[in-house]
């Protein structure tokens, strides 16, 4: 008997036992394969665009990924870095062997977590509520709630050219039964497609025809909790190839033997259209001349290339032939070859924004099973997921981010109130607080919450109060210091082109001039604080006016969210309400006005008749 019971041993599994863990209840993780905890079986990395701001987001909530990938890592680099801070992100090329070793080690170490190989089949359900599951062999575990990760596993097909072949992406057994369970459940199942490319002995690569691509010459972390642990010298190298005329045309002339374009006729799971494969890259964008691909390490233990951006479903005689098209592959030996993969999930507007179905009690989601693809999209739904089943065993409400929180706020919100159709990938551009929602600053937003829910320590939240007074500190002392303009401090002006300033001037006034940097004003003026607490500075006196804003446009969502929807709104009885408003609101049925604003196909006019309803019927003044 357990407390909590986390069946899939994945990136949102291992999160989710760790958060119930480390809350000191007593928890199950069960996976098919223990070899397979924290599997990465597309490419290793961690992080990439909005993706490294949600691991630094589950660092700041006492979270491990980032932790994980800090002491695994073969390369890192922060993206956008010539861009603005809003969409500046770390991403990090793992090590496909050291990576889940250290999430294993750091699994084994929890004191209230057991790990058991297992495939659950059934749930033990009794009036509505999870209470447990059932493997295989029909051995029952009892447990008070249940969080599934299963991620690709559910019903996998494996696809390649005209075969489909029933398996997980390692060829491990699938989960044939579960996701047919929860359809008698009263789950709505839809089915999705992913793939993966091929990988490439790195011998046979003639890399004097590809760009050299190195990690950054600076160090970062993901985690606000670790120094750096390795040597920038030490990074391994990504190289950049692309793919040619003769590459799409092998493409075209076989796209009838793609298992997407013809050669099975039975696919129904609809395929990233944020990641797509190479057959739809050309199709889709006929008109480009090339498309890029890169050639990344997959670990220090063995010489597998992947090859990013390349990922099909054709046979693997074609897959020769478009690997040998691309300038260094010419005499490429493939390891393993591309595949696509077809996989049950359940539709997630079903969904709570605590991750708590709304089907059966006591049973919760988290990562590709609720429709998307990512490590980082799964992870931090885990840790949600995981925090969420514990608060509830302790009686307490439901911890759910916003979405001017964090990027995690929004990926739920999205996927609870938007649905979806194909799988779901965070994005900058989703977050329209995004200014608000940095790398930089994901502890000072997040942490205080982390040790509200008893997974950051005393320790950690001390670091993060000196912090904010040392950010205090700074700001008071840059806008009492006045700049002295001696001979001296003029010429460095001079020297790099800017303009020299008036007398009187400011250190904060002086920061906000566009080209005026903090590494420029150490060099006239002693500002004896470490980099980060300097990068606070220069980002929120920068861009203060337009942070103003973002916080301005947040508050009034704040009005909205605190609007409530009564649970027992019957939609049927709202007159002149659009049709599709009405099939929507009754679908997803969302707690505030805010809410119900953001799902698609509910028009203004439709918030403005529900508005009116909810007051003449509950004497509410939305």
Sequence with gaps: MYEIIVVGGGHAGCE????????????????????????????????????GIVVREIDALGGIMGKVADKTHL???????????????????????????????TLNKLEYLDIKEGMVEDLIVEDGKVGGVILEDGTKIISQAVILTTGTYLKADILVGNTRTRKGPHGEKPSNFLSDKLKEYGFNIIRLKTGTPQRIDRKSIDFSKTKLEPGDDVYHTFSFDLEPSYKIEE????????????????IRDNLNKSSMYGALDDI?????????????????????????????????????????GFSTSMPPEIQEQMVHSLPGLENAKILKYGYAIEYDAIYPTQLNASLETKILENLYTAGQINGTS??????CQGLMAGINASLKLEG?????????????????????????????????????????LRSDNADLRL????????????????????????????????????????????????????????????????????????????????????????????????????IAKAYKEAEKMLKLEKKQIPEDIDYDKIKNIASEARQKLKEVRPKTIAQAIRISGVNPADISILSVYLKKEYGKDE
Excluded: W
Excluded at 450 to 479: F, H, P, W
């Design 235 to 250: 990074q391994e190298p990504c190289y950049l190839t692309y793919t040619t005329e003769k590459t799409h045309q092998i």
């Design 268 to 308: 129904k799971g609809i395929g990233p259209r944020y990641c797509p494969s190479i057959e739809d890259k050309v199709t889709r964008f006929a008109d480009k001349e090339r498309h890029q691909l890169f050639l990344e390490p997959e670990s220090r233990y063995y010489d597998d290339i992947y090859l990013q």
């Design 447 to 546: 942490r205080k919450y982390g040790y509200e829910v008893g997974l950051i320590n005393d320790e950690q939240i001390n670091r993060l109060q000196e912090k904010e007074a040392s950010i205090n500190e700074l700001l008071t002392y840059m806008k009492d210091t006045k700049l002295k303009l001696t001979d001296d401090i003029k010429n460095k002006f001079i020297a790099n082109n800017y303009q020299v300033p008036n007398n009187g001037i400011t250190l904060e006034q002086l920061i906000k001039r566009p080209e005026i940097t903090m590494s420029f004003l150490d060099e006239i003026v002693e500002i004896p604080y470490p980099e980060e607490i300097k990068e606070q500075i220069e980002i929120n006196l920068k861009y203060e006016g337009y």
């Design 396 to 436: 307490k409400e439901p911890f759910v981010l916003k979405r001017s929180d964090a990027y995690i706020g929004v990926l739920i919100d999205d996927l609870i109130t938007k649905g979806i159709r194909d799988p779901y990938r965070l994005l900058t551009s989703r977050a329209e607080f995004r200014l608000l």
């Design 16 to 51: 989710a036992a760790h958060a119930c863990a480390t809350k000191k209840h007593k928890t199950l993780l069960i996976t098919s394969n223990l070899k397979n905890i924290a599997d990465m079986p597309c490419n290793p990395h961690i992080g990439g665009s909005a993706k």
């Design 374 to 379: 990512g490590y980082e999209e799964a992870a």
């Design 75 to 105: 390369q890192i680099k922060m993206l956008n870095s010539a861009k603005g801070p809003a969409v500046q992100s770390l991403r990090a090329q793992g090590d496909k062997i050291a990576y889940p070793k250290e999430m294993l080690d």
